[in-house]
Every structure is written in C-alpha cells, then in structure tokens.
RNA sequence: UGACCCAUGGUGUAAUGGUAGCACAGCAGAUUUUGGUUCUGUCAGUCAAGGUUCGAAUCCUUGUGGGUCAACCA
C-alpha cells in the first residue's frame, strides 16, 4: 500500500469506492470481485495488473475473487487457453474462491431472454448483418428501426425457440434488445443479444446453437455471483449503461461496473491482436518467447511474480490513458532478485589471461559468497589455475579516463582469487588480442594486497580448466519506439520492431552451474540476472538474461 | 462531426477547498572486493482562460488536447 509523506493511508478511487459500500452497509459489508478472461489467448502483463487488482482488492477487504472465464464465442475459445490462464494466475500468487464459466449460465440467459421477450424488450430480428450495420446509424446520425421490431410476443417466442432449435442458418436471424435506435449511445441502439452459431463448444459442446453476446453474458453473470465490484478496462465504460439496463429490466442482483485504464507499457505492444501477429508471423519463437508481454513469456525470462506484483500495486488506478516506464518494471525486478538470487561468474565474452608465475598444475580452492544481501545463502568454491578467462570488455589496451579495468602495466583484482598485473599482450596476425599475460601477487589470497594498496578493479572470471560452455541468450527491447502503437498513418507498426532483440551467444560459466535446472535465477556478478531456460539439459546449459545490473560506466562510457 | 471518459515534473501516481508529496528515470556525490547494492543531495509539474471563495490541482463555465463508441468480438 503506498503512504503519504505524513503516513496515512492513501487509496485510489475503486478503493475509496468499496471503503464507501463497506461503510454505508451497501452488501453487508460484503466484497466479491471476479476475474473474466475470455480463454482466447495467453494473459499478458496487462492481465496481470487486473488480476492484482481483483483479487488484491478482495484480500484487502477481507472478501473473495472469483474466476470466470467468458465463452460465449465458441468459435475463438479452446481449453488450451483455460489451462493456461489458470497457471498464470496461480503463477502469479492468487487462488480463486470458485472457477465458474459464463457457458454455466446459458440456461439462465436464455431464460432472461424469454423473459425480456415477454415483457416486449426484445424481438428478433430477420434483417441481414450488412442490413443492422446500416440502420444503426452513426455516431453522429440516428439509427433506423428494424421493420421487424413490432413482432407480436408469440411470434418472437416461437421464433426464438426456434433459434435454439436449430431450425435456422448462421446469421439468419438474431435477437435484439428494443431501446432506441436513436441513442446517443450506439450500444443502446437495440443491442443484439443473441446470434446463431453452430459451433462446437469447448464445454457445452453441441447443446446450443446460439450464443449470448458479450454484453448479454458479463452483467448478468456478475449479477449470479452476486459479485459486488466488477471492475473492467475503461474501453467498456460505454457498455455500463446496457449492463445496468439488463440488471434493471431483468430485476436482479444489481452488480456495478467500474473501469480503470489498462496498462500499458513502453516498448512493447499489448493488444491480443498484435501478439498474436508477432507469434504467427515469427518474429518471436512463440506465445512464451521470453521477449513477449505475456506472463509465460516473462515467468521464461526470469522474472517473479513477486516482482510483478509490486509492480502491479505501485503503477496505481487511475482513469487517465498511461504508458508506464519500462525501467520502472525492471526496478521491481532488480529489487526482488538482488534479494534472492546467488551469484556467480560467467564471461560472456572470453579473453584467456595466462599468470605466468602461477605454477602450471597447480588448482587451488576458491570461496565466493553466494549472495551478499542475504548471508544465509553461504558460499561456495570455484576451482583457480594457471588460465582464466575474463570479459573482452575488462582490457583495453589504451584505456581512457575513468577506465579502472586491466591495461597493459595495470593491476586489477580477480574477484575473490588474487590481485593480477598485465604484462604482456598477445595479438594475432589481425591484430586482435588473443591472449594475456600477467602475473599474480602471491600474497595476496582472497584479493586482498598485503601492503595496503589499493585496488579499484575489480574484475570477474571463470577457470579454464573447469569453464562450463554454455549458450546465452541476450535480449533487448522487442521494438526501437518507445510507443510501438504511435506509428504515422499508413505505416505498418512491425516496422519499428527492433531487429537485434535477440542475440544468442557461447560463453563460459563457473563449474557451480553444472545441474543448475530451468527457471532457477542467478546473478551473472557484474553482468547482470540469468535464468535457466527450458531448453537448458546439464551437458548443454542455456542461459537467460533478465535483465542487466545497472550500468555506470556503460554511461560514462557511450557518452563520449 | 454526436455522446461519454480523461487532463499534476520525462513517466506513473498522491494531495478529497488550506504548505503540490512519493516512486521510477536523469544528474551529482559518499560507501563498496560486483562501475551492483546501500546512502545523500539535486533537476523538474497542476493544459488554458474566465468565474465562485478569505483561500482552487481540487468546485463551475468555456476552450484546448488525448481517449472510447458506429463486430452477429470480448
């Protein structure tokens, strides 16, 4: 929860909402909200934050969430998606009072529209899809009545039983709530309730031939569960006043919808439709890619649902359109792994360095903590011989200013091990620096100098005897723009997809890493955080990088 | 162009008619056997114009800017 300066509480508007219900006895005091994807697709970030709020909200008033998958278009939905939504959101941290489907309550819909039916609010409607669009109006023109709109109640009745009977084609007929063809709000303009689609269902299989819209289902769904709060995107505010007319007309449990404004998030995209694209189109390796928004995608990049979480919490709910910092995300990230992950060393870039005076079989034990942050997690031995490999990036042969790195006649530390000193660089025909010659201050085991001199590199580094090869995976923004949706009219977005945001790369790890297992995290020191990915076996590791540490002297460095 | 929603530093979010605060990002410094972590400091904001009021980010009006809505999708 976040707090003022002075330390009260402060809450945002959905909250101030329920504080007002539980106050004022308004259900008793009860709270109740719901989770309702449509199992269409995997759940993104943007998922995720509905899903904290949902089900934080519920366990912050001391009430319950439940899930309810929204499949009323068997032509989109498949168990493939149910069965992943749930390992997300239970991934995520949450459990769900009850798993209810909206396909539970066809009986009940259908009833409701008997009844609407017989109360002459609704009718059914024979004219053509092409025919509705065009009476409908415009946002800025009123729509036409249907010609169909007076049918009598027996005829409707029939009609629509016969609907469901099966007697009538795909798109021959549908029914259609009587409001007024002339509202300012097109969703009032005699809403279509029910069309006819003979489809298989993922559960109710061929029982029914016609389906409840969307806007039919959700309210009255609520309304069944008495669900207290049910709260949406901004995108269905327009959709509140249908949903309270059905609640109104059909006299039942009044749920209230709330919106807030989804989230977005920089350098990267969210909409199904745009995912999807990426999947099918490979410009990513799949629904999980670990450059993806998705949950699966980010649980495969190495971050916690920990993480996450805060994340979700801090980023507030508010009603304005957002588009938040994707450092902002990976600050939560960082947080949470510095905490918990142990270190260890691997060079991503090898440059063998040779201690000259270090006795050619020998191997002593070295020992590294395994996380400074959290003492409990212990140390650890690293094997340390004649040979090292150490990072290309940690020599250069003409160091600028502020470079405290190895440089020909520099000394440096090798985390850990021993302070070392250049002497000798090897280069190729190309010129290119193949090798280091060094040597080693004896007396100063564990990197520490005997005389008190001091220092500043610090440099990490891993055996060659003992190095483990390993495959990493380096990755970086899916698209250049920060706004991937903000692209000039009649320019495809895909174009600003950043065409570099993989790179895969043989590196060597420390020999501690040997039967490290998928998803396990680590800090990679001075790299950054890697995970284990799913493809990783012990004779073929595979490394992925979350996300880098903080960099300052890539600042100082790529700003001259 | 109609209806509705929204507008606070670069980003996000608080202040509920009474001192515009917090976080991220940026910048500077201290500490450090990770150029990490930690700590300190710093830059920077109420869309505009009117009105109400002793007092307005907050209420009202108008304007401006952004968003949503014209699927038998959700």
Redesign the pocket.
Known sequence: M?T??AGEK????IE?IIERDIESGKHGGRVLTRF???P?GYLHIGHAKSICLNFGLAQKYGGKTNLRF?D??P??EDVEYVDSIKEDIKWLGFSWANEFY?SDYFEQLYQWALDLINKELAFV?D???EE??LN?????QPGKNSPFRDRSVEENLDLFSRMRAGEFP?????LRAKIDMAH????MRDP?LY???HAHHHRTGDEWCI?????F??GQSDSIERITHSICT??????RMLYDWFIEKLEIFPSHQY?F?RLNL?YTVMSKRKLLQLVQENFVDGWDDPRMPTICGLRRRGYTPESIRTFAE????????????L??L??YL??DL?KRAE?RMAVLEPIKVIITNYPEDKTEDIHAVN???DEAAGKRTIPFGREVYIERNDFMEEPPK????LAPGREV?L??AYLIRCNEVIKDENGEVVELHCTYDPE?A???SSDGRRVK????WVPVKHAIKAEVRLFDRLFQNEDPNDVPEGTDWKTGINPDSLKVIEGFVEPSLANAEPLQSF?F???GYFNVDYDSKPNKLVFNRTVT????????ST?K
């Open positions: 976040k003022s300066e402060t809450r945002n508007f101030e309702p994807p449509e269409n929204d009323t278009n032509t989109k909206a409607d004219q053509t899809q509705i669009r409908r109006g415009t946002v800025t795909d798109g021959s007929r549908v300012p709000n097109m969703l279509i069309r006819i689609i389906y409840p819209m969307y806007d289902a959700h901004l995108e269905f505010d327009v959709h919106e404004a920089t801090r980023v507030g709910v508010a009603k304005r359109d957002n588009i938040i910092d450092s902002l990976e600050f960082r947080e510095n270190r996380n400074p942050e502020k470079f405290f790195r530390r985390r850990y100063s564990g990197g520490k590199g610090v440099i990490h800090q020191e001075r790299l540490l903080r960099d300052s002297w890539a600042k100082i700003k």
